[in-house]
């Protein structure tokens, strides 16, 4: 089968710049990577052909070979090697393009990864939100191991440069003209061997604890306020740094107070009479102390009462909201006879004029009654 022109294979011409070429390649390589095109049996031929030529135009000596005798220049030189464990040798030339994203964690050369970040939901009372407090949890968290200070070395021992790579963490390997380039087998990419694993971790370097943490909660934190505490998540593996631990709270309903923001609402039923006759009431407020709000003479339910600077306390400010008293006038129920007696005298008492609501809906109603009549 005679062999494609690497130029054609990259869709670029023969004078193509080293700027261009790389931009064709990573495009091309995008497009028929084997992760994208699962069982793509043409994708992956494809890709192993962008990714040969590739080799070769990108290298000034292999290039100029090429130019000069084509395919040829390369027949004789391999060593044979050239098919063996191409799958990995391609997914380590992509690696190289196109970094560490693809495999997950951020890692430096050294094997140093950063610990992850960690959640913690923290459910809090309405009270406890409006003054703020200090509260303190107890995380489950990886933390260094203290040992052998996070190297996973045992203590006394060192850890020592890996021999295979020279604590580079990955190593090359000729295949044929090709330079592949994967992780150190033997270190795993971290650079360094442990001749001696530290006992307390497994040479891991990190221990799992529970830590218990203190919490500054700021008054007036809304539900779904996060709170992130830098540094107090995972541990970081080989020295790498910790993660952060971010704290989700949630607000506890309560059982007298609504919140809207600033503004607190709450309902406070009221006796028949003092709604009627008029009088004082007292109402809590969430700081604990009552307040005492003036009913006047005949307040009807759903009245509602502003107390200013009675509501919630905001967020990283002085400022305080209202609590707004919605009253709900209770209807008497079980009487006794002397009430029953008391009421029936009150009603013949009763003119319009006690209840102008209710006489001027029923007049309303007949009005209506009346126009529906008179069509008909
Ligand atoms: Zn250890
Ligand atoms: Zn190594």
Do not use: W
């Amino acid at each position: 089968m005679s062999k494609r022109d690497y130029y054609e294979i990259l869709g670029v011409s023969r004078t193509v710049t080293d700027v261009e070429l790389k931009s064709s390649f990573r495009k091309l390589a995008m497009q028929h990577h084997p992760d994208r095109n699962p069982g793509d049996k043409q994708a992956e031929i494809k890709f192993k052909e962008i990714n040969e030529a590739y080799q070769v135009l990108s290298d000034g000596q292999k290039r100029a070979a090429y130019d000069r005798f084509g395919h040829q220049a390369f027949e004789n030189g391999g060593g044979g090697g050239g098919q063996a464990d191409f799958s990995d040798f391609m997914s380590d030339i992509f690696d190289s393009f196109f970094g560490d994203a693809r495999r997950g964690g951020p890692r430096n050369a050294n094997g140093r990864e950063r610990g992850a970040d960690l959640r913690y939901n923290l459910e809090i009372g309405l009270e406890e939100a409006f003054t703020g407090k200090n509260a303190s949890i107890r995380v489950p968290t990886s933390v260094s191991c203290e040992a052998c200070s996070g190297t996973g070395a045992k203590p006394g021992s060192k850890s020592r440069q890996c021999p295979t790579c020279g604590g580079h963490g990955r190593v090359r390997a000729n295949q044929g003209f090709f330079s592949v380039e994967r992780t150190c087998p033997t270190c795993n990419g971290r650079g360094e061997v442990i001749d001696d694993p530290c006992k307390n971790c497994q040479g891991t370097g990190r221990v799992t604890r529970e830590r218990t943490l203190s919490v500054n909660i700021p008054a007036g934190v809304e539900d779904g306020t996060r709170i992130r505490l830098a540094g107090e998540g995972e541990a970081g593996l080989r020295g790498g740094p910790a993660g952060d631990l971010y704290i989700f709270l949630s607000l506890k309903p309560h059982p007298i107070f609504q919140r809207d923001g600033a503004d607190l609402f709450c309902r406070v039923p009221i006796g028949l009479v003092s709604a009627a006759l008029g009088g004082e009431i007292e109402v809590p407020t969430l700081s604990g102390e009552q307040a005492r709000v003036k009913i006047p003479e005949g307040t009807q339910t759903g009245k509602q009462f502003r107390l200013k600077g009675k509501g919630m306390s905001v967020l990283r400010s002085r400022e305080v909201g209202d609590l707004y008293i919605q009253v709900v006038v209770e209807t008497p129920q079980k009487l006794t006879a002397r009430q029953r007696e008391l009421l029936e005298e009150f009603e013949r008492e009763s003119s319009q004029n006690t209840h102008p609501e209710t006489a001027g809906f029923f007049g309303r109603v007949k009005d209506f009654l009346g126009g529906l009549g008179g069509t008909a």
